[in-house]
């Protein structure tokens, strides 16, 4: 899958530089070309507004639809007739909805703090050293990407039954502190990268392996690890799977755990309050709305660096 | 020669020092769990009583039980939707972006956007949009002309709907396949259309070619990943309050799973659940890689 594995430069160029490069061959004869361009242009350009609004109207709408009263939520205006801010007021009171804001925030930082730091040290000892097993353990690394999460699932919840952490929240994040197979090949491809030289100068400095890893490694692929933790933060704030099978007390919840449980009491029984599910809806989502306009950069940059590497 | 020797001895252990964490979280969390999961899908463990061992039972249960082969058939659909569905749109996409020059940022952003929800938000939003009376998908298709179907509560709408929350989130191939469009080689193009090769002649010659890694790779990965879909469907037809009226339609086979595991407490059966899933994901994999190989083009591959 990964034949042609081309380094990533550390230095990191802006990514609407390359990504925007127009490469579309220009028309061979200029006024022949012209008019068909310009339809083709309107249709292009209808073609994406329609994709616009189908990607972000529902988010929209979602806002709009948080605020509605209950007789209204199913009217499909953008603007509510009614705006009605009690809704809030009764997520607020549907469940410890600020526990679970925190507990996902916990969680989801821990998840991403301890998978960058454990996978860039794991990717730099196969980035840098040359051993007997690296070929082989390498191999294994990457051939665990294949290994669907069903197949451990069962054994690595009687661990943490085992060690008495059932309901709480360190199954959430603790098995990233070993790295992960993705995260440690896509950070091997920046650290490869790194010209040889640089670390070769510094051992004659005296530098430890460990400095290499820390004063040179590290800095010069920061926004590796940006792309990383920024990954993660959002994967594991988005996952419902594991908080279904390890939680069970609702003060213990992430902000997905709790979401389900207000969407299944609320919308999907009882009196169907579906505008009480939508305002919990936009809490769940909003916080991953924030890190995406700030993080929005490494986002773009992680993918882009995916695509190299197919 | 000694001291050679000695440094490279000093620098294999530096590296296993370095890689200690992965060795052990293999071990631990990947290798050790791989055997102890094999070994429970012989027993009939239930998390309150020890294991027995009952022979092949539960790999003969797989057999019998209809709503495993109605679960991997639902999750079959899903993926045979989304998978090429997704595929398309995105590099349909990707290639308008490229066309749009510095406009393109502002797209990018937009198609990602929607990645940025979380699953259950996602689900829990699409229940309202695709409401078979008043949402707002059939609202917008009956302005087409077009009568929009129970989505949500037609049994046979159940896995479509599923895809098309899928089909929301799928910016993150269409940023993929740009990044690869934009890694062609300009004069590529340019030498196609002096050899007079038209719009479609240069896509499927000069494009596809080129992506094609880039291609290979998420459908490789979004298979795998439908193969295993959870979080929407659980939220949008499982739960607590609906034990009774969930139409197994909607039943893919990580729901099944995860309710033999740890709703039944089956956990042998859901162990042997787990390795079919397993050998399932090997085999179309296999198959993907095969069927790949022969279509792939990797830059340099001429030069090795």
Not at chain 1, 18 to 46: D, F, H, N
Not at chain 1, 172 to 199: D, H, K, T
Not at chain 1, 231 to 259: C, H, N, V
Not at chain 2, 11 to 35: D, K, Q
């Amino acid at each position: 899958m990964t034949t042609e594995v081309r380094p990533v430069p550390p230095a990191v160029e802006p990514p609407s530089a390359p990504l925007t490069e127009p490469v579309a061959p220009q028309g061979l004869s200029p006024a022949g070309r012209r008019r068909s361009l310009g339809v083709g242009k309107v249709i292009r350009w209808l073609l994406l507004l329609a994709f616009t609004v189908a990607f972000v109207y529902p988010l929209v709408w979602l806002v709009g639809a948080s605020l509605k009263p209950k007789s209204q939520v199913f009217d499909n205006r953008l603007v509510p007739e009614t705006i009605q801010w009690s809704n809030f007021q009764e997520v607020w009171n549907a469940g410890p909805v600020l526990r679970w804001l925190v507990n996902s925030v916990t969680v989801s930082v821990m998840a991403a703090v301890a998978v960058t730091l454990s996978s860039a040290l794991v990717a730099f000892g196969f980035a840098y050293f040359r051993f007997r097993l690296r070929g082989p353990l390498f191999g294994l690394v990457l051939a665990t990407m294949m290994l669907p999460g069903a197949v451990t699932m069962i054994p690595v919840y009687l661990i943490w039954h085992q060690v008495g952490l059932i309901d709480t929240q360190v199954p959430l994040w603790a098995n990233n502190l070993f790295g992960s197979a993705f995260y440690i090949f896509l950070m091997r491809q920046f650290f490869l990268g790194i010209p040889r030289e640089l670390f070769e100068a510094a051992r004659i400095d005296g530098c430890s392996y460990l400095g290499l890893f820390r004063r040179i490694a590290l800095p010069l692929c920061r926004p590796a690890l940006i792309i990383v933790f920024i990954f993660e933060l959002q994967a594991s704030w988005s996952d419902l799977l594991k908080p279904l099978i390890y939680l069970q007390t609702e003060e213990y919840f992430t902000m997905p755990r709790g979401l389900k449980q207000i969407v299944d009491g609320f919308a999907l029984s009882g009196e169907y309050h579906w505008e009480i599910a939508m305002a919990a809806t936009l809490v769940a989502t909003l916080p991953m709305i924030v890190v995406f306009a700030f993080g929005q950069r490494y986002f773009m940059e992680g993918l882009a660096t995916t695509a190299k590497q197919g | 020669m000694g001291s050679r020797s000695l440094l490279q001895r000093r620098e294999g252990r530096a590296a296993y020092l370095f890689i200690a964490p992965w060795i052990i979280g293999f071990l631990v969390f990947t290798a050790g769990p791989m055997v102890a999961s094999l070994w429970l899908s012989f027993t009939d463990y239930s998390l309150v009583d020890p294991a027995r061992s009952v022979g092949a039972a539960n790999y003969q249960q797989l057999l019998e039980d209809p709503r495993v082969a109605k679960s991997l058939a639902n999750t079959f659909v899903y993926a045979a939707l989304f998978v090429p569905l997704g595929t398309v749109v995105a590099l349909a996409l990707a290639m308008l972006l490229q066309k749009v020059g510095r406009a393109s940022g502002f797209f990018r952003t937009v198609f990602y956007l929607p990645v940025m929800t979380p699953a259950v938000a996602a689900g829990a939003m699409f229940l309202l949009l695709l409401n078979g009376q008043r949402g707002l998908v059939n609202q917008v298709l009956a302005w087409f002309g077009v009568t929009g179907p129970n989505w949500t509560s037609d049994p046979a709408w159940l896995k479509p709907s599923l895809a098309v929350v899928s089909l929301w989130t799928v910016g993150g191939s269409i940023i993929i396949y740009l990044a690869a469009l934009n890694n062609v080689p300009r004069q590529l193009h340019e030498a196609a259309l002096l050899d007079g090769a038209g719009p479609v002649r240069r896509f499927v010659s000069v494009t596809l070619p080129m992506i094609s890694g880039a291609l290979f790779f998420t459908i490789i990965t979004h298979t795998i990943a439908a193969m295993q879909m959870f979080d929407q469907a659980y939220t949008m037809f499982y739960g607590p309050q609906q034990k009774s009226t969930a139409s197994d339609e909607s039943l893919v086979y990580m729901v099944y799973l995860f309710q033999n595991a740890f709703e039944f407490f089956k956990m042998g059966f859901a162990s042997a659940m787990a390795w079919l899933l397993f050998v399932i994901i090997l085999v179309i994999t296999v198959i993907q890689v095969r069927v790949g190989n022969r279509f792939v083009y990797y830059e340099g591959e001429s030069t090795r």
